[in-house]
């Protein structure tokens, strides 16, 4: 399984960014898609993921800010990210899983400055 990430950028504080992220190869009709965030000198946490029936779960501090979404016919999920903290700058990875297995994407770098 392959992962294509897109849609980083820099935004100023209160701003909004939409992530998205295609997964290719062979892919089972159960799995679950989410998204890691990585700040700046620190580990990688679970921001977000959703399974391919749609059930949702989100990291406290990201509730009511960040929207998770998917596209089954497309196999990609999406990050939609509105008021945009400081804190949330870093690199978000979308992760697959399916089976036993977990694949990576290469990772799209946010920046929340002003």
């Known amino acids: 399984v392959q992962l294509q990430a897109s849609g980083g950028g820099t935004v100023q504080p209160g701003g909004s960014l939409r992530l998205s992220c295609a997964a290719s190869g062979s892919i089972f009709s159960i799995n679950v898609m989410g998204w890691y965030h990585q700040p700046p000198g620190k580990q990688r946490e679970l921001v977000a993921a959703i399974s391919s029936g749609g059930n949702a779960s989100y990291k406290d501090s990201v509730k009511g800010r960040f929207t998770i979404s998917r596209d089954n016919a497309k196999n990609t999920v999406y990050l939609q990210m509105n008021n945009l903290k400081p804190g949330d700058t870093g690199v978000y990875y979308c992760?697959?899983?399916?089976?036993?297995?977990?694949?990576w994407g290469q990772g799209t770098l946010v920046t929340v400055s002003s």
């Open positions: 992760h697959f899983a399916q089976l036993v297995q977990g694949y």
